[in-house]
């Protein structure tokens, strides 16, 4: 059994910064591109950002210069550095990934979805 959990949300003040992880555990044989995505109240689900098995970033335009996603191949987790927080980063930030996992000697590859967690930037 695969999953993502996440954690790091919380409020913060405008300006202020926090660090999203997103850790995957169970039988994986290889994570292939990771992404951030957010949820605010009454709006679609948007991505954040995405980072392939390789390293290569892609940026929203909202987010470009404030935002940092990287990963440790290593740990099997993600992380979403956030500096320069606005009112308009509130939501809940959810993590996906696509996952090659070994299913009774097979090799099957998902796309899986964290909890989400709350980030409220407010003064």
């Known amino acids: 059994q695969v999953q993502l959990v996440e954690s790091g949300g919380g409020l913060v003040q405008p300006g202020g910064s926090l660090r999203l992880s997103c850790a995957a555990s169970g039988s994986i044989f290889r994570i292939n591109a990771m992404g951030w995505y957010r949820q605010a109240p009454g709006k679609q689900r948007e991505l954040v950002a995405v980072i392939t098995s390789g390293g290569t970033t892609t940026y929203a335009d909202s987010v470009k210069g404030r935002f940092t996603i990287s990963r440790d191949n290593a740990k099997n987790t993600m992380y979403l550095q956030m500096n320069s927080l606005k009112p308009e980063d509130t939501a809940v930030y959810y993590c996906?990934?696509?996952?090659?996992?070994?299913?009774?000697?097979?090799?099957?590859?998902?796309?899986?979805w964290g909890q989400g967690t709350q980030v409220t930037v407010s003064s």
């Open positions: 996906n990934a696509g996952i090659t996992a070994i299913r009774g000697g097979y090799r099957v590859t998902n796309d899986y």
